[in-house]
Nanobody, 119 residues
């Protein structure tokens, strides 16, 4: 059973920082990728940052230079450090992980954590 539990959201002023955490069940090496997605009010969920099992990372253009995704292998944790936050960063942030099983890609989502950036 795959479980992803996010935490760390909250209310912050524009220009401030937050660090989101995603606790994953099992070893991070069992996932082919783990990432963070952002869903703004009334909009679709969009990729913010992802980390592959080889350690490579990928970022949305809108967060490059401001957000950093990192992993703590020993703790099975994935973090999203968010700096220079903007009101448009407001929304629910979800942790998503992917595993391969019998050649099929399975994806799992956490319950999300709310981030509100005030102007």
């Amino acid at each position: 059973q795959v479980q992803l539990v996010e935490s760390g959201g909250g209310l912050v002023q524009a220009g401030g920082s937050l660090r989101l955490s995603c606790a994953a069940s099992g070893s991070l090496f069992s996932y082919i990728a783990i990432g963070w997605y952002h869903q703004a009010p009334g909009k679709q969920r969009e990729l913010v940052a992802s980390s592959a099992v080889d350690g490579s990372t990928n970022y949305a253009d809108s967060v490059k230079g401001r957000f950093t995704i990192s992993r703590d292998i020993a703790k099975s944790m994935v973090y999203l450090e968010m700096n220079s936050l903007k009101p448009e960063d407001t929304g629910v942030y979800y942790c998503k992980a992917a595993k391969l099983a019998r050649g099929l890609r399975n994806e799992y989502w956490g319950q999300g954590t709310q981030v509100t950036v005030s102007s």
